[in-house]
Nanobody, 111 residues
């Protein structure tokens, strides 16, 4: 399985971004996928996850602002990020529950 994350960029506080994680290979429908982030000098943390049955989970810091979803027809998981804050600045990664990781995409929230 290969994962490709994209959609990061520079956005002002209060703005929005949508990250995408596209997976290659078969059986995508069966994968649980998570979004993680790592800010400079900090440990990597889980942001959100979605199961094969579309159950979702969120870190407390992003609840009510971020929404995870998946489109199995496109082998893609999305992370819609609204009301972004400077503390959301980090490299964002997607990964499967079985330990496959994509490359990161940089999100910078700054005025």
């Amino acid at each position: 399985v290969q994962l490709q994350a994209s959609g990061g960029g520079l956005v002002q506080p209060g703005g929005s971004l949508r990250l995408s994680c596209v997976a290659s290979g078969s059986d995508f429908d069966y994968y649980a996928i998570g979004w993680f982030r790592q800010a400079p000098g900090k440990e990597r943390e889980m942001v959100s996850c979605i199961s094969s049955s579309h159950s979702t989970g969120y870190a407390d810091s992003v609840k009510g602002r971020f929404t995870i979803s998946r489109d199995n027809a496109k082998n893609t998981v999305y992370l819609q990020m609204n009301s972004l804050k400077p503390e959301d600045t980090a490299v964002y990664y997607c990964a499967t529950a079985s330990g496959y990781w994509g490359q990161g995409t940089q999100v910078t929230v700054s005025s």
